[in-house]
């Protein structure tokens, strides 16, 4: 997603969004040490779109 899309969400939002990405990228993670990854590129775009997160979020401080 794009940080705009992020900006406009309110922060329990935002919360939320960041817990659940954490917890794909642990999946993706997974994944990829038991060689199942099918995208390697997914673990990049999860890794961008959590540092967007935390960008809004320490923005809207």
């Keep these: 997603m794009k940080a705009q899309h992020y900006r406009e969400m309110s922060p329990d939002e935002l919360e939320g969004k960041l817990d659940e990405l954490e917890r794909h990228m642990f999946d ?8 199942k990854l099918e995208n390697s590129k997914a673990v990049v775009n999860v890794r961008r779109d959590i540092a967007r997160i935390k960008t809004v979020m320490r923005q809207n401080k």
């Design 28 to 35: 993706l993670r997974s994944q990829a040490v038991t060689e």
